[in-house]
């Protein structure tokens, strides 16, 4: 993509509530989107970043829409990724959620035995958003422990995507990372041992 491009962004986790007070999610930072957003806002792209629940300071110059659930994020994607030009997904969607949230608190102990939370599984937001992506860049994100590279070639066509970044669950909470850059044409980039602007700058470039 030549030209300044709108890129929507999704960084951080998903908040699935059991009640009021009590929910599922996972021990995603956002750190990788949210450098992704200020990599692509400080080469003077348009960045619509959608971010879950975390500590992160908005990047300069970047609009910025925050969610809890995976649903609420679909549904923000769903309305920016319309009109943008490609779409990093980056966010550590929770897999399930709840059947239902409760209107009061969960009194557990009062039903005894061992209690349970019934969960059903949430849509995959890449796929669903990316089944009708057209010429627009959609990157996906991918975190394996083992057969890494095989398992997110598979994820890359399974999710309509472009690109895929494979990360190493060192990835987790810290700065600095090694991920491989996939495309369909069987490519590959490996970056050893960066801190994740690096990764956010390489990504941004390669998408330019
Ligand atoms: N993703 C998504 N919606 C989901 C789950 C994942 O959009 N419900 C996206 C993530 O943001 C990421 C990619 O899909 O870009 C990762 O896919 P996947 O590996 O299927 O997610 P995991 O749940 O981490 O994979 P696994 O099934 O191996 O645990």
């Given at each position: 993509m030549a030209e300044p491009f709108h890129l929507v962004v999704t960084a951080g986790p998903t908040r699935e509530h059991i009640d009021p007070v009590r929910?599922?999610?996972?021990?995603?930072?956002?750190?990788?989107g949210f450098a992704i957003a200020r990599a692509a806002a400080r080469r003077g792209h348009r960045v619509t970043l959608i971010a879950g629940?975390?500590?992160?300071?908005?990047p300069k110059g970047v609009e910025r829409i925050d969610v809890l659930s995976a649903r609420d994020m679909l549904a923000a994607m769903k309305e920016?990724?319309?009109?943008?030009?490609?779409?990093?997904?980056?966010a550590a969607v929770a897999d399930y959620r709840p059947r239902r949230k409760l209107r009061s608190k969960w009194k557990a102990k009062e039903q005894g035995g061992s209690p349970s939370i019934e969960l059903v599984e949430n849509p995959d937001l890449l796929r669903t958003v990316a089944r009708r992506k057209g010429g627009r860049f959609v990157v996906a994100f991918a975190l394996?422990?083992?057969?890494?590279?095989?398992?997110?070639?598979a994820k890359l066509v399974a999710k309509n995507a472009d690109l895929i970044v494979l990360n190493g669950p060192s990835a987790l909470g810290s700065d600095r990372t090694t991920v491989t850059f996939l495309d369909r044409e069987g490519n590959q980039l490996e970056l050893q041992d960066r801190s994740k602007d690096e990764v956010a700058r390489a990504l941004v470039r390669l998408m330019e």
């Open positions: 929910y599922l999610s996972n021990e995603s930072s956002g750190r990788m629940p975390v500590e992160q300071r908005t920016h990724f319309q009109e943008a030009d490609a779409l990093v997904m980056a394996e422990t083992e057969d890494g590279l095989r398992r997110a070639a």
